[in-house]
């Protein structure tokens, strides 16, 4: 949620973008999630849904790293939804 309030409240089109990638990234790891969870009947849903948490972790870091800088970071594995 934190994102997409960010999203409609700010007018600065660098914090709109990071928002938005953001948003995006939080939509696929939503589907990934549900993908893992179907997979857990097969025993390789938990191996997915452990990396899952850790690339989320790793992924926002970078995010929050090059946003810091100046950077519009794209997540790996996520098309442009919004």
Known sequence: MGPAIVLFVTSDE???ENA????NWQIMVTVYTIISVILLVVGIGALMLAA???????????AAVKASDGKAWSYPLTPDLL
Request: glycine content about 6%; hydrophobic content about 70%; aromatic content about 12%.
């Open 14 to 16: 660098f914090v709109k």
């Open 20 to 23: 938005r990638n953001a948003i």
């Open 52 to 62: 899952l948490g850790i690339v989320n972790l790793v992924f926002i870091v970078v």
